[in-house]
């Protein structure tokens, strides 16, 4: 169940219990029903048993015969009827057999420890196949009549009966743990739904404070539940504490770094002509070009722990646009903006204006005369987020391949007449991947360089 919810996880894995239940619930009462019918059953064989012993044990008449009842039941009467009764000598030489009218001609027979069950009473109790392959039920029992012989007296029933009212039973049984099962699945349904509920509307509220359309968990809940809201937004809080005092510490540690820094810078150029004060100006603007670097990548990393802040793309492309088309007036750069105006990006807007601008000041400062930017969205896979793509196009020189390496570096720079430190895409490449984007360098279709910044989306 990979992937699945708690409510489904619960739903599924509590019909699971309750069809294992009644299912074991419904083979016992089963069985207890069967072996309560099979007893019904068997005393009522005893007691035509004891009735054709009882007789059996009268003296004989004048004829020599011994006269047999009907034992009170019309079925042994009637052939093949499926009620029987038979007795017949177990000790001496000649064969004595008698049996009921029903059993017609054939014999029934007798049970051994295989088939049968011996009581404590002497009596022997089974299933036999009796005439017609009739399934029967069948007691008997060996009765010493003294000087008259022993005798096996065995009396059998149509166990269709039995078959039939356990069957009805479990017919009964089955719809009823049926509409019992639909009953507990609807209610554990329910249960799930309802039950669950305040869950669902903190998953919300998260998924709503993650995408800026909330700042915090809002709204009554549970006492089981409060705590946890409770909780989670003390932790946004301090969250958003703990990204203020390292914006604090960033910002204090660039003015303390940057004075000591200037002062080196000066008092070198005071002695400009001294080879150790030109080495000193050397190292001096590498320690520069370094912290300016890690103190933004830190203030940069600290925005981006920042949780629920959401950007509209457009708005701020368009500035970009406005912005870069002034100071580029004297060249004539065109800029186009074109493609989709939803994206919104996962983060703060001068990180996204940061990025952008960088990519956009590089095309206009090697553009002949056009820059090309457009938006682009890429919807949501099962192994990542929603991401929107902006790519920047011009019409310059372009790069090679080995130039396009080195240029994303920190620092370097390809040409030295075009104004900048070297760190705006290397910036721009740190930032992105802060943001789980990247940044990539190609050959732009109208002849100069394409970078594509993709970046997530809201």
């Given at each position: 169940?990979?992937?699945?919810?708690?409510?489904?996880?619960?739903?599924?894995?509590?019909?699971?219990?309750?069809?294992?239940?009644?299912?074991?619930?419904?083979?016992?009462l089963?069985?207890?029903?069967?072996?309560?019918?099979?007893?019904?059953?068997?005393?009522?064989?005893?007691?035509?048993?004891?009735?054709?012993?009882?007789?059996?044990?009268?003296?004989?008449?004048?004829?020599?015969?011994?006269?047999?009842?009907?034992?009170?039941?019309?079925?042994?009467?009637?052939?093949?009827s499926g009620?029987?009764?038979?007795?017949g000598?177990?000790?001496?030489?000649?064969?004595?057999?008698?049996?009921?009218?029903?059993?017609?001609?054939?014999?029934?027979?007798?049970?051994?420890?295989?088939?049968?069950?011996?009581?404590?009473?002497?009596?022997?109790?089974?299933?036999?196949?009796?005439?017609?392959?009739?399934?029967?039920?069948i007691?008997?029992?060996?009765?010493?009549?003294?000087?008259?012989?022993k005798?096996?007296?065995?009396?059998?029933?149509?166990?269709?009966?039995?078959?039939?009212?356990?069957?009805?039973?479990?017919?009964?049984?089955?719809?009823?743990?049926?509409?019992?099962?639909?009953?507990?699945?609807?209610?554990?349904?329910?249960?799930?739904?309802?039950?669950?509920?305040?869950?669902?509307?903190i998953?919300e509220?998260?998924?709503?404070?993650?995408?800026?359309r909330?700042?915090?968990?809002?709204?009554?809940?549970?006492?089981?539940?409060?705590?946890?809201?409770?909780?989670?937004?003390?932790?946004?809080?301090?969250?958003?504490?703990?990204?203020?005092?390292?914006?604090?510490?960033?910002?204090?540690?660039a003015?303390?770094?940057?004075?000591?820094?200037?002062?080196?810078?000066n008092?070198?150029?005071?002695?400009?002509?001294?080879?150790?004060?030109?080495?000193?100006?050397?190292?001096a603007?590498?320690?520069?070009?370094?912290?300016?670097?890690?103190?933004?990548?830190?203030?940069?990393?600290a925005?981006?722990?920042?949780?629920?802040?959401?950007?509209?793309?457009?708005?701020?492309?368009?500035?970009?646009?406005?912005?870069?088309?002034?100071?580029?007036?004297?060249?004539?750069?065109?800029?186009?903006?074109?493609?989709?105006?939803?994206?919104?990006?996962?983060?703060?807007?001068?990180?996204?204006?940061?990025?952008?601008?960088?990519?956009?000041?590089?095309?206009?400062?090697?553009?002949?005369?056009r820059?090309?930017?457009?938006?682009?969205?890429?919807?949501?896979?099962s192994?990542?987020?929603?991401?929107?793509r902006?790519?920047?196009?011009?019409?310059?020189?372009?790069?090679?391949?080995?130039?396009?390496?080195?240029?994303?570096r920190?620092?370097?720079?390809?040409?030295?007449?075009?104004?900048?430190?070297?760190?705006?895409?290397?910036?721009v490449?740190?930032?992105?991947?802060?943001?789980?984007?990247?940044?990539?360098?190609?050959?732009?279709?109208?002849?100069?360089?394409?970078?594509?910044?993709?970046?997530?989306?809201?």
């Amino acid at each position: 169940m990979r992937g699945s919810s708690l409510a489904t996880r619960l739903f599924l894995s509590a019909t699971a219990w309750v069809v294992v239940i009644l299912v074991i619930t419904g083979f016992v009462l089963s069985s207890v029903y069967r072996q309560a019918v099979e007893r019904s059953f068997d005393r009522r064989l005893n007691l035509y048993l004891r009735t054709l012993i009882a007789e059996a044990a009268t003296p004989e008449d004048s004829t020599g015969e011994r006269q047999f009842q009907s034992l009170g039941e019309p079925l042994f009467e009637i052939p093949l009827s499926g009620w029987y009764w038979q007795i017949g000598r177990v000790d001496g030489d000649k064969p004595d057999v008698r049996s009921s009218r029903s059993l017609w001609d054939k014999q029934l027979p007798k049970l051994d420890d295989a088939t049968g069950t011996l009581t404590a009473a002497g009596v022997r109790l089974g299933y036999v196949n009796g005439p017609e392959e009739q399934r029967l039920r069948i007691v008997e029992r060996q009765v010493d009549f003294g000087s008259d012989g022993k005798f096996l007296v065995t009396v059998a029933g149509d166990a269709t009966e039995i078959f039939d009212e356990t069957r009805t039973f479990d017919y009964y049984l089955g719809g009823t743990f049926l509409t019992l099962t639909l009953v507990l699945v609807f209610t554990t349904i329910f249960q799930v739904r309802f039950g669950l509920a305040p869950l669902k509307r903190i998953s919300e509220s998260l998924a709503a404070i993650r995408s800026g359309r909330a700042e915090r968990l809002e709204g009554r809940f549970p006492v089981e539940i409060a705590p946890l809201a409770r909780e989670t937004n003390a932790l946004i809080e301090a969250n958003r504490e703990i990204v203020e005092r390292a914006r604090t510490h960033v910002g204090n540690l660039a003015h303390a770094i940057k004075t000591p820094l200037s002062v080196i810078v000066n008092e070198a150029n005071v002695h400009g002509d001294d080879l150790f004060a030109a080495k000193v100006l050397e190292q001096a603007e590498v320690m520069r070009s370094q912290v300016a670097h890690h103190l933004e990548r830190a203030r940069i990393a600290a925005r981006v722990t920042v949780v629920g802040t959401v950007t509209e793309v457009a708005p701020v492309i368009d500035g970009l646009r406005r912005t870069m088309e002034k100071i580029h007036r004297d060249r004539d750069i065109a800029i186009d903006v074109e493609g989709d105006a939803q994206p919104k990006f996962r983060g703060e807007r001068q990180d996204l204006e940061e990025m952008v601008g960088n990519l956009v000041d590089n095309a206009c400062k090697w553009a002949h005369s056009r820059v090309s930017i457009e938006i682009l969205t890429e919807a949501a896979t099962s192994d990542r987020p929603p991401m929107f793509r902006i790519v920047v196009d011009d019409d310059g020189p372009g790069l090679a391949p080995a130039e396009r390496a080195q240029v994303a570096r920190r620092g370097q720079r390809l040409d030295e007449s075009k104004p900048g430190s070297g760190l705006g895409l290397s910036i721009v490449i740190d930032l992105a991947a802060l943001y789980h984007g990247r940044l990539a360098l190609d050959s732009a279709p109208i002849g100069g360089l394409r970078a594509e910044l993709v970046l997530p989306a809201a």
